[in-house]
């Protein structure tokens, strides 16, 4: 209750504020403007929710953006970023959400508010400098809503509305849980096959038993292919045809640090390579991805990563008894 009286006051200092400013413009306006710094307040902008929201909703809501790319309402000034499609991190809500989905709202308030008019609870808010400028910003990451505010007037310059936890969490947990964590520019263990890889990489620059190895300027890539439903392999026997993909190891050629890697390395196991100093692997069974790392120069630095069968891929493990090893896919 405290939280409703709390925003029922910022909102009508807002609107008394802009309605001041509103005498010099028609009425039909003045209250467009009211309705529209009533839904500043919280993480949603003028009906506007990130990951919510799209580029369709905004649209019919505002209609195109001017041709700088943004919208001018009176003295404030809104641009909008969406989602260009789904990206490579499946542990990032942003990556999850179709193309044209909100991901951000900024609001750039020309004439600023005093920060004190926003009546913000210090609790909720955290406050840190600006890495520019003799600014701060006021952060509450649980509502996803970022206030700019000037240092030497105390006057909020900006609005930013980012995906709340909540909604966030929502998205990791609803379609983050259903997808794959083993795939590697499209390519993903006992699903993919050998053609698609060289569509992707070219014909391979050598090989070794089993393993194929291809050369992109960015990175080494080797890969192993099934040689028949059941064959045995160096990674175990698979009920898969021959040519399908059962594992992938990228060589980065460019240095990349562990924490930059698109995955929650939270959720995996860490533990010492016991024959190389400072070597380190983590492990996602789960996941199918295996990364070995090396501390260099004080940085743990990415030395390969390696994509395999998940736990889930359990129903496609060959029966260990041979007899009943000769099931077709």
Known sequence: MED???ISMTLNVNIALLLNRLKRIPLVLAVSLSILVANAAGKQWRGITPLKSSRADV???L???NELGF??????RAIIFYSGGQCENPDKCECLVPKDTVLRINVTLEYGTELLKFNLDNKRYTKDKAPYGPQSTYSDLEDGVVYTVNGSDKTVTAIDYWPSTKDCQEILTNVGANIPRNVWRGLMPLRSRRDEVER???PPKDSIGQTYIYETPVERVDVSYSEGACRTNEIGQWNVPTGTVLRIKVYPRTTTLVRDLPFDVGKYKRGPDPNIPDRF????????VMIESEVRQGCEQVVNVTYEPTTKDVALRCPTNSKTATKKP
Do not use: A, C, H, T
């Open 4 to 6: 409703i009286v709390r």
């Open 59 to 61: 649209e019919s809501l």
């Open 63 to 65: 209609g195109k953006p």
């Open 71 to 76: 919208y001018q309402i009176e003295n404030d």
């Open 200 to 202: 992707l990489l070219g």
């Open 281 to 288: 692997f983590y492990v996602n069974d789960e996941n199918g």
